[in-house]
């Protein structure tokens, strides 16, 4: 974890974030998933007080490591991380802009937890998220 500073405060501040997509469609296949990374640098370039450490993906939801400035609510960040990803997709591919009802891409909510000691053993989870869709008799190096 960094030690990062504003004008006024230092803060040492990571949150393990994950949210699905709307009814967990599976949605998010390799090549969504490139468009979604993307989107999520776009945003991050966008707010300064953001910093994605890491993110992998299921086919239904998101899971994600960020630092956010303590001035900036979290449920903030996730909306704003939320909307442009869904605007992203949506503008990308003819088959989710089908789908969406008029309410995004996304569920409503999201689970957010502080992290601290088990930094590394989140990152671990983060990195083989994509691993843990896979069906038990999938053939290694297919998806």
């Known amino acids: 974890m960094r030690i990062l500073r504003l004008n006024h405060s230092v803060y040492q501040l990571e949150y393990h974030l994950v949210w699905g997509t709307k009814y967990r469609v599976k949605i998010l296949k390799p090549y969504v998933k490139k ?44 909306q704003k991380l939320k909307a ?5 997709l949506k503008r990308s591919f003819k088959f989710i802009r089908d789908m969406d009802d008029g309410s995004g891409v996304w569920s409503v909510g999201y689970f957010v937890s502080s992290v601290g000691l088990n930094e590394k053993q989140i ?5 083989n998220q994509d691993k843990h869709d896979r069906p ?8």
């Open 136 to 143: 038990k008799n999938a053939r290694l190096g297919f998806s």
């Open 123 to 127: 990152q671990r989870y983060i990195d």
């Open 84 to 88: 442009h990803s869904s605007t992203e």
């Open 35 to 78: 468009k979604l990374l993307e989107s999520f640098q776009k945003t991050e370039f966008l707010y300064p007080t953001l910093h994605i450490a890491k993110v992998n993906t299921g086919e239904d939801h998101v899971h994600m490591l960020v630092e956010i400035a303590p001035s900036v609510s979290i449920a903030a960040m996730v």
